[in-house]
């Protein structure tokens, strides 16, 4: 029987390579790379997965050329008011993480809309990660922290772990369980470092416009092999027998 994990977070990678190998545009790559997440989202639906966290758009994808940064937050914006009828239709809730005064004002109002109209759907938890890091994340939760603790709101006994996660992006969700990365790159650049601390990795070659959900299954098969043990050990019995 398949075990389906509650969270699963993708980054999203090879976009512009799979445009590349067929001489076409980036644009047209990322274009694609929605199409994936229609997919995904659709098939993690169907699995009962909790909560779906994509990561959309990196804090250092805006050192990428002006052109395709401007035609990246233009894709963001033309996805969002297309699909949220799609998401609302299937009981999606929206949820967006990440610094957002960086995007265009019109772009941060439709996203405010959007998470707004989904907000109390009951299924699928679908997390996009746009102009995130996970260093900023635990930054601005230090932020946060530090200002509770100015004006009295909690004592330095609070700051544990549990307290500090409190002000985290990803703090009323559960555990990131799996962990993908398409394209074969072998690092997770900057995302979600303290939200995968006891998560299972699984990496893939294949680029992310070509990643569906058979390349899903695939993942999740590989995570129903781990043996998850969070840091414990896992104990053994050793029989000794006397000749």
Known sequence: MMNFPKHIAIIMDGNGRWASKRSLPRIVGHQQGVKAVRTVVKAC??????TLTLFAFSSENKNRSSDEV????KL????LKQEVKKLNK???RLKIIGDLSLFPKNVQ????EAQAQLANNTGLTLVIAANYGGQWDIAQAAKQTAEAA???DISPEDITIEGFSKYLSLANEPAVDLLIRSSGELRISNFLLWDVAYSEFYFTDTLWPDFD????NKAIESFNHRDRRF????ETQCYYQES
């Open 109 to 112: 109002k439709t996203a405010i």
């Open 45 to 50: 639906g169907a699995m009962c997965v909790q």
């Open 231 to 234: 840091g414990a050990r896992k």
């Open 150 to 152: 100015i004006k009295g």
């Open 90 to 92: 299937h009981n999606v």
């Open 213 to 216: 959900e058979a390349e899903l």
């Open 76 to 79: 963001f914006l033309t996805a």
């Open 70 to 73: 401007t035609l990246l937050f």
